[in-house]
């Protein structure tokens, strides 16, 4: 049996006892469960669907029993590569959310991407000396834009899923 492409392309990125992988067929209630879990007020299935259909998600699967533990869903934006949304079901002390992070940011590099960006919230310092290891900086939505040439050239005004002024970023190039 030959083996599937890509299958180990963020075995580095994972930490021990787990590995990153793309969405399969049929996960779409496990990420919800692991949504739910991490912010209860979560869509119903229908809408999550949606929602992960228009992403490319990111699954964290323990190497165990191959169930997934974690998910980050990200899209592209001109020249952003845009993780909106990253849940984790596992406990704190493994840097899961980290390798998820790492594997968006891979990806972006992969197709040319100029930056990651992550809308920022205020109310999780937990999350924002991560990022700031991790080597993102806050800047402002109108900064953001500004400094992306496909976003002068196209004379786009927003970058995709935003509702918050400041977003995390970390410049690829």
């Known amino acids: 049996m030959a083996k599937k492409p890509g299958r180990k392309a963020f075995k580095s990125l994972a930490p021990k006892g787990y590995r990153i992988r793309m969405m399969e067929p049929g996960e779409a209630e496990a990420l919800l469960a692991i949504r739910r879990k991490a912010r209860p007020a979560a869509p119903a299935l229908p809408e999550f669907i ?38 984790i079901a596992t406990p704190p002390a493994a840097p899961v959310g980290e390798a998820l992070i790492a594997a968006v940011t891979q990806r972006a590099r992969w197709f040319g991407l100029l930056t990651v960006g992550i809308p920022a919230t205020v109310d999780n310092p937990r ?47």
């Open 50 to 87: 949606r929602f992960l259909l228009s992403h490319e998600i990111f699954v964290l699967a323990s190497k165990r029993d191959g169930r997934p533990v974690g998910f980050a869903a990200a899209r592209e934006h001109g020249d952003v590569c845009l993780l909106v949304e990253h849940c």
């Open 127 to 173: 999350n924002a000396a991560s990022n700031e290891r991790d080597g993102f900086v806050t800047v402002s939505r109108k900064e953001l834009e500004d400094r992306l040439p496909h976003r002068k050239a196209t004379g786009a005004s927003e970058v995709g899923d935003l509702d918050t002024p400041m977003i995390w970023v970390k410049w690829l190039s």
